[in-house]
């Protein structure tokens, strides 16, 4: 399911912002970026084992050997035990988190790439074509992503792409509005209306002075759609229209885990930990950023 | 006997972890009688009032004895506090837009009040509050009833927010700035109508404003606040024609007046040298002595309180004065 | 208002015509020849050109488009190539599972997001405050179909007190169709929720901050009184904004969920049918739940105008 779909949404309150200073005093009170430090921590582990499986797999990830078959955890040679098919898991799940971040980041980077192209045009053209932008982005708001990650599948087969694409689908248009609204704050300010009056043309300002400024928002917003990016594409590949052995993904193995969720429960465990625990970091990482980035948000992008 | 003031508030200290924004106040206000706070921002009346009224922000907390209506306020529970509240003791703010219930028609938010309250049913109430925006000069008082705050003028509003106050026949009367949000051509009518109300139904008053020349046309007595503390306190008329603390002298020396501008705009508007302190880092002794050209080294060592009798000001030097204040 | 609601309408419809356009083009657009994905490798020329023409697949992109509306509107939903069974049949059928199953999701979420929502706005730095804001970054991380499969293992399997899949019909026993319905339900309500309480959370801290709040007591309402009479009533305003974006998500859920705990729901025959690249289904199903999803937004809309009078006003 697509949790952050809604961070187009005015952003809800940042979790960790008291509303007025503490009144007592044995409160103990997180430091303000603890979000941005645990999830600098999370991300970077993950992104490291993505690297490091394209050195080092404990053993192949994707080759039957069934006398291994469902070895609990802690086997030597087998941290995590193995799959029905003697498949070892930690090799699995390392494979699995290059999925991940490729077809997460991928989708995040096209609709960024899109969003900033219209939401910059919505922005800083006249009414008509704002009015046009706006409302065809909420238009395509209202397909449900998961609607149209299968129609895409449907049309083009499934696979790695396809989720990329399905992803970039759903995401281009909440990142639009976003653009749309940090660009409008900021084109709202003095110092773009002298820059005007020099002379300078629209997509000179724009890519001048606007792109700088709407940078903060852009990053967090990137990052959030990155993490949703992940629980859409392991959903994608749970439901079978997203990648395929022997590409190997978290949602994929989940899908496999459940056909033997009688017998092995521990199988049905290591992916959905492995989800939760990248999508958290960027969860984090994009607040705690947010929070870092505050106080000039908060004057931009209203 | 504490029956017969509206309020006794006795060493008033409202303070958050951080800070102290209220020193210490001491005043009496006798029934019906009107007093005007005044003071610049910063200088913590509006943090009095919500005290007072017990609304104080998340964070605050207030010290001290506040007695109103035979118990001291400042013990009391939350939903004690709410019995009184717009029905003894009321409050008008100083923005009536923000501080309307947009979602609600006008009708509902006052005569709820009068519900609240009273024994009235609906139809009783209804009918009292289209009383009341009668008695404020609302025109149409039927149509407002249905009205909703975003579709009225900011005059209307606040004469409102006043009905809305004035309701119950509180035995005290709040008013933080109720006209600075409101145009000048509107603010005139809307202290008029709250003098008479005021008056007409007995209430005391608070009147907190900046604005000097309010506080000389609607209240009896003055209390002047700086930096959290009263530094001068008394009748209107004398305070103001012979203040004795420095701070008042150079408030009322800086109020434009027909006399003191010359029209060949040669003349310049007096004003008191320096800037309010801030709260978290106050200067020793006389929080005012920075500005004040008569300081001396006592006024640096030595923190004045306020003198006794009917004209009180708190300064080792005030003006008028033949022979040095003794040390309390 | 009457305007207000004019204008929503008309949005509504134009919504409507572009959201078929575009998936009218995009399906038939990025699925090359239907005829030919339909036939399969080795089909000859000929036959693709004959399937092709019995079902019109030929005929200019326009006059399929209108004639694919114009049957919509009419009821029929077109036929599956293989089948030839009635799409509207096939949907049908489907419905029973599928809307229970999501407005359940929906409800529940909204029961547990908004009483925790609120108090966690309440308890803004203080300690719960920020073990809610933990459990709540933890909530929003958890894949909808791991808290099926941890739920189907948990209640199923080892307490087996529940199903852990399958479907027992209203018309076989409404009873067995409730407890099919139950872990789905709870799966999916437990994500919505974790979603929606920190928009709850912070349109409730929103409205804390409120002069008219003050207000409110200031004439006698006591804290908690004014929060729920004056608070939540102006709270409700952007929370029900939110739950109308929420649809679209809702529906992914839904999808999810059927799959993971098996039910005949509207997804598997999408699913199905998107394996089996029956276009002409797939077509028509997507564009049902469009309809639903912008018609969910345009009663939100005007429940929205109901509740807000300041949108209504004719400035």
Request: a positive charge; charged letters at 15%.
């Amino acid at each position: 399911m697509i949790l952050s779909k809604s961070s187009h949404l005015p952003n809800p309150a940042p979790l960790d912002v008291p509303a007025s200073p503490p009144a007592r005093r044995q409160r103990r009170k997180l430091p303000r970026n603890a979000s941005l430090l645990v999830g600098i921590v999370l991300t970077t582990i993950f992104l490291a084992v993505a690297l490091v499986s394209f050195f080092y797999l404990p053993s192949n990830p994707n080759i039957p050997v069934i006398r291994n078959r469902l070895l609990p955890a802690g086997t030597a040679g087998h941290w995590l035990g193995t799959d029905v098919l003697g498949r070892d898991i930690v090799a699995q799940l390392m494979v699995g988190a290059r999925t991940s971040i490729l077809v997460g980041a991928g989708g995040a980077t096209l609709s960024l790439i899109l969003g900033l192209i219209a939401g910059l045009a919505a922005a800083s053209s006249g009414k008509i074509a704002d009015e046009a932008i706006s409302r065809g982005a909420d238009i395509l708001l209202s397909i449900p992503g998961m609607v149209t990650a299968l129609v895409l599948a449907a049309t083009m087969g499934s696979g790695a792409l396809t989720t990329i694409l399905a992803l970039t689908a759903f995401f281009t248009p909440s990142f639009t509005r976003v653009v749309r609204s940090a660009a409008i704050g900021v084109l709202n300010e003095d110092f773009i209306t002298a820059a005007r009056l020099y002379g300078r043309g629209k997509i000179f300002v724009l890519i001048r002075h606007v792109l700088p400024n709407i940078a903060g928002v852009m990053i967090v917003q990137f990052t959030l759609y990155f993490a949703a990016g992940i629980l859409t594409e392991a959903g994608l590949s749970y439901l079978g229209v997203g990648v395929h052995r022997p590409s190997i993904s978290w949602g994929l193995m989940l899908n496999e885990a459940q056909q033997q969720v009688g017998i092995s429960s521990p199988l049905a465990i290591w992916p959905g930990l492995a989800i939760v625990l990248m999508v958290l970091g960027l969860n984090l990482l994009g607040d705690g950023l947010r929070d870092v980035l505050d106080p000039k948000l908060a004057r931009r992008a209203s | 006997m504490s029956q017969e003031n509206a309020i006794e508030v006795r060493n008033l200290v409202v303070h958050n972890t951080a800070l102290t924004a209220v020193r210490g106040l001491d005043f009496t206000l006798p029934a019906g009688a009107r007093m005007g706070l005044v003071g610049e921002s910063g200088s913590g009346k509006t943090l009095t009032a919500l005290a007072l009224m017990g609304l104080l922000p998340m964070g605050w907390q207030a010290n001290g004895s506040v007695r109103h209506d035979g118990v001291d306020l400042i013990t009391q529970s939350d939903r004690a506090l709410s019995n009184r509240r717009g029905r003894t003791i009321s409050m008008v703010f100083q923005d009536p837009l923000s501080s309307l219930d947009p979602v609600r028609r006008i009708g509902q938010q006052v005569s709820s009040v009068i519900r609240r309250h009273t024994q009235a049913g609906k139809k009783e109430a209804e009918r009292r509050t289209v009383d009341l925006f009668r008695q404020m000069s609302l025109p149409r008082p039927e149509q407002l009833m249905r009205a909703y705050p975003h579709e009225i003028s900011g005059g209307q509003r606040q004469r409102i927010m006043i009905a809305m106050a004035l309701a119950c026949y509180p035995q005290l009367i709040i008013a933080d700035e109720p006209t600075t949000a409101l145009d000048v051509t509107v603010q005139k009518q809307v202290l008029r109508l709250l003098n008479t109300a005021v008056q007409e139904r007995g209430s005391a008053l608070i009147m907190i404003t900046h604005d000097l020349p309010i506080i000389a046309a609607m209240c009896d007595t003055v209390a002047v606040m700086y930096a959290g503390k009263i530094v001068e306190m008394g009748p209107v008329a004398e305070v103001f024609r012979h203040p004795r603390h420095h701070y008042t002298k150079g408030l009322l020396d800086s109020q434009p007046t027909m006399d003191n501008i010359a029209l060949d705009g040669s003349s310049r508007l007096a004003s008191i040298p320096g800037m309010v302190p801030p709260l978290h880092s106050l200067p020793a002794g006389c929080a005012f002595h920075p500005r004040c050209a008569a300081a001396t080294e006592q006024c640096i060592t030595q923190v004045p309180t306020l003198d006794d009798g009917p004209r009180r000001a708190a300064c080792w030097h005030p003006i008028g004065a033949t022979v040095p204040m003794e040390v309390a | 208002m009457a305007i207000y609601v004019l204008r929503k309408l008309a949005f509504f419809l134009g919504a409507l015509f572009i959201a078929s356009v575009a998936i009218f083009l995009l399906i038939r657009g990025a699925g090359g020849n239907v005829a030919a994905v339909v036939l399969g490798k080795g089909a000859t020329p000929e036959a693709i050109n004959a399937l092709a023409h019995t079902y019109g697949l030929d005929r200019p992109m326009a006059v399929q488009y209108f004639d694919w509306i114009g049957n919509m509107l009419s009821g029929d939903l077109g036929r599956s190539f293989r089948t030839n069974e009635s799409v509207a049949d096939l949907v049908t059928a489907r419905l029973s599972v599928s809307i229970p199953l999501a407005f359940s999701g929906l409800v529940l979420g909204l029961l547990i997001a908004i009483p925790v929502g609120t108090y966690a706005a309440r308890n803004v730095g203080t300690p719960s405050g920020a073990l809610f804001a933990l459990v709540s970054q933890i909530g929003v991380a958890v894949p909808v179909f791991w808290a099926g499969i941890l739920l189907s293992l948990l209640f199923g399997v080892r307490l087996g007190w529940l199903p852990t899949g399958g479907w027992t019909d209203w018309s076989v026993s409404p009873w067995g169709a409730i407890r099919s319905l139950v872990l789905p339900v709870l799966s999916l309500g437990l994500i919505m929720a974790a979603v929606l309480i920190r928009y709850v959370r912070s349109a409730v801290l929103d409205v804390m901050n409120q002069d008219y709040l003050r207000t409110a007591r200031a004439v006698g309402m006591t804290r908690t009184e004014a929060l729920l009479k004056v608070g939540l009533r102006n709270a409700a305003l952007p929370l029900v904004t939110i739950v109308g974006l929420q649809i679209a998500e809702l529906i992914g859920g839904t999808v999810i969920i059927e799959t993971v705990f098996s039910l005949p729901g509207l997804s598997r025959m999408m699913l199905a049918n998107v394996a089996a690249r029956e276009v002409i289904v797939v077509q028509s199903t997507v564009m049902l739940i469009v309809v639903f999803v912008i018609s969910i937004n345009l009663i939100v809309d005007l429940l929205y105008g109901l509740l807000d009078p300041r949108v209504r006003a004719t400035r």
